[in-house]
């Protein structure tokens, strides 16, 4: 079993900045693919950012592109999202989930976190 813990949620204002991380505990981090993804009330979840296990490829949803910067700390066993020029549609719960894969963006997640919430006011 892996577990991974969310936090750096928050409220913050349009055009401000947040930093998440993911915490993961288990089984060897570097071992897993990592991603980000959020749900919106009332919206289905989707895909925000992945990162292959040593960290050297990512990749993101055009949406967040240019703003959000996804990394990982193999050393600490933490996967980060840098969130720059928040917008309220960027409004969410934030979730990690980590995959068994060699593979940038795995077909499917084996663990997930329990979500941290980020609003953005306007």
């Known amino acids: 079993q892996v577990q991974l813990v969310e936090s750096g949620g928050g409220l913050v204002q349009a055009g401000g900045s947040l930093r998440l991380s993911c915490a993961a505990s288990g089984h060897t981090f570097s071992n897993y693919a990592m991603g980000w993804f959020r749900q919106a009330p009332g919206k289905a979840r989707e895909f925000v950012a992945a990162?292959?296990?040593?960290?050297?490829?990512?990749y993101y949803a055009d949406s967040v592109k240019g703003r959000l910067t996804i990394s990982r700390d193999n050393a600490e066993n933490t996967v980060y999202l840098q969130m720059n020029s928040l917008k309220p549609e960027d409004t969410a719960v934030y979730y990690c989930?980590?995959?068994?894969?060699?593979?940038?963006?795995?077909?499917?997640?084996?663990?997930w976190g329990q979500g941290t919430q980020v609003t953005v006011s306007s």
């Open positions: 990162i292959n296990w040593s960290g050297g490829a990512t």
């Open positions: 989930a980590a995959a068994l894969s060699k593979a940038v963006v795995p077909k499917s997640y084996d663990y």
